[in-house]
C-alpha cells in the first residue's frame, strides 16, 4: 500500500522545538519531491519545506526560512521536518506530500502533489 504517514505533531510554546517525521511505504522517496505544507483554520495549504528525494535539494518558503530544517533518511524512507523557534502563526496541520515528477523543483503547488499524509496538528502557544 502506497501511502504516507506523518508523526511529531504537538503542542509547545513559543520559540519552542519540534520535529516532524514523514515515512513512506509503498514507494521509494528518492523518485520524488516531498514537500511539507501546513494548513491553518480558515486559510489554504501553504508549502513551507521542500527536499528532491533523488539529489536532496531542498527549498524553504520566507515564512520558515532560518527556522525549519528539512532532511530525509533513505535507508528509513523518512523524511524530518526540524521546526525550531516556533511562533504562533506556525499552527496548522502539517502534511507530507510526494510530488512523482518534481520538476521544477520547488514545487508549491498544493494540487500538483501525488500523494499525502494523514497530518499531524502542531500548535505553538504564546
Known amino acids: 500500500q502506497v501511502q504516507l504517514v506523518e508523526s511529531g505533531g504537538g503542542s509547545v510554546q513559543h520559540g519552542g522545538s519540534l520535529r516532524l517525521s514523514c515515512l513512506a511505504s509503498?514507494?521509494?522517496?528518492?523518485?520524488?519531491?516531498i514537500g511539507w505544507f501546513r494548513r491553518a483554520p480558515g486559510k489554504d495549504y501553504e508549502g513551507v519545506a521542500f527536499i528532491h528525494g533523488g539529489d536532496g535539494r531542498t527549498a524553504y518558503a520566507d515564512a520558515v526560512r532560518g527556522r525549519f530544517t528539512i532532511s530525509r533518511d533513505k535507508a528509513k524512507n523518512t523524511v524530518y521536518l526540524q521546526m525550531d523557534s516556533l511562533k504562533a502563526e506556525d499552527t496548522a496541520v502539517y502534511y507530507c506530500?510526494?510530488?512523482?515528477?518534481?520538476?521544477?523543483?520547488?514545487?508549491?503547488?498544493?494540487?500538483?502533489?501525488?500523494?499525502w499524509g494523514q497530518g499531524t496538528q502542531v500548535t505553538v502557544s504564546s
Open positions: 506530500a510526494a510530488d512523482l515528477y518534481p520538476v521544477p523543483f520547488p514545487n508549491s503547488e498544493s494540487d500538483e502533489y501525488d500523494i
Open positions: 509503498g514507494f521509494g522517496l528518492e523518485h520524488y519531491g
